[in-house]
């Protein structure tokens, strides 16, 4: 059985970090899939994905890694075609990858107790983010 669901989230740029493992929870639990895998990717290519401890200071350290690696106001070659002054959010989006894979086992993501699903948006705008979220497996055994 597969199942795709969509999370919606309006999102600041550059570098928004934004915890979606709630939502993404829920939305295992409405499908009822108790063993297989939740694929989530975000649709676009200044966004990405990836787990971390949810904490304000590591936030801080993710916006201050991305930086450090891939500055905003260095030159990027992407300007020369576009002139939309985002070339870093597409490197930084593509360092990141756009897409994530967690077993589900007995119903539940099997995460960490300090491992949270994030969703970075790294574009130099506000955007209306679209996250997919598929699940794959076997559902629940109604005939017990």
């Given at each position: 059985m597969i199942q795709?669901?969509?999370?919606?989230?309006?999102?600041?740029?550059?570098?928004?970090?934004?915890?979606?493992?709630?939502?993404?929870?829920?939305?295992?639990?409405?499908s009822g899939i108790t063993q297989g895998q939740v694929t989530v990717f975000v649709v676009g290519s200044t966004a990405g994905l990836t787990t971390v401890e949810y904490e304000p200071g590591l936030v801080k350290d993710l916006k201050n890694?991305?930086?450090?690696?891939?500055?905003?106001?260095?030159?990027?070659?992407?300007?020369?075609?576009?002139?939309?002054?985002?070339?870093?959010?597409?490197?930084?989006?593509?360092?990141?990858?756009?897409?994530?894979?967690?077993?589900?086992?007995?119903?539940?993501?099997?995460?960490?107790?300090?491992?949270?699903?994030?969703?970075?948006?790294f574009d130099n705008c506000p955007r209306q983010r679209e996250v997919v979220v598929q699940m794959a497996g076997e559902p629940r055994d109604s005939s017990k």
């Open positions: 795709t669901e969509v999370i919606e989230r309006s999102t600041k740029g550059y570098s928004d970090i934004h915890n979606i493992t709630d939502e993404v929870a829920k939305k295992i639990t409405k890694l991305f930086e450090k690696l891939i500055p905003q106001n260095d030159y990027y070659h992407h300007e020369e075609t576009w002139h939309d002054g985002n070339g870093f959010s597409h490197v930084r989006a593509s360092l990141l990858k756009p897409d994530l894979t967690v077993p589900i086992v007995n119903g539940r993501m099997t995460l960490g107790t300090w491992q949270q699903i994030i969703l970075i948006d």
